[in-house]
């Protein structure tokens, strides 16, 4: 199946850090943009971190400077490595991506969602 599996989450301190992870299936062709986003309690869902096929890289302002989205193509994973966390970083983490995987001859796009993974950061 085509699908987008996270992990990483977790309980960190102020301060601390995480890595998350979200790998493609096998199935997946090739991955154009992919991104981070995140959803706390009460809160929008909003855009964290965002890479393209090329590497290129924008980032939401709470974040630049401590976040790092980085992606390895011929996995088919992206990863965002968070830094000096704070509880406002607390939320669900989502990973999204643009793809391209083949039903027999017919190469399709779709956009896939990752299961969402949780961050808590205690102060």
């Known amino acids: 199946q085509v699908r987008l599996v996270e992990s990483g989450g977790g309980l960190v301190q102020a301060g601390g850090s995480l890595r998350l992870s979200c790998a493609a299936s096998?199935?997946?062709?090739?991955?154009?943009?992919m991104g981070w986003y995140r959803q706390a309690p009460g809160k929008q869902r909003e855009l964290v971190a965002v890479i393209t096929s090329g590497g290129s890289t924008n980032y939401t302002d709470s974040v630049q400077g401590r976040f790092t989205i980085s992606r390895d193509n011929a996995k088919n994973t992206v990863w965002l490595q968070m830094n000096s966390l704070t509880p406002e970083d607390t939320a669900a983490y989502y990973c999204?991506?643009?793809?391209?995987?083949?039903?027999?001859?017919?190469?399709?796009?779709?956009?896939?969602w990752g299961q969402g993974t949780q961050v808590t950061v205690s102060s």
């Open positions: 096998e199935r997946i062709f090739s991955i154009n943009e």
């Open positions: 999204n991506a643009d793809v391209q995987y083949y039903t027999g001859l017919r190469l399709t796009r779709a956009i896939l």
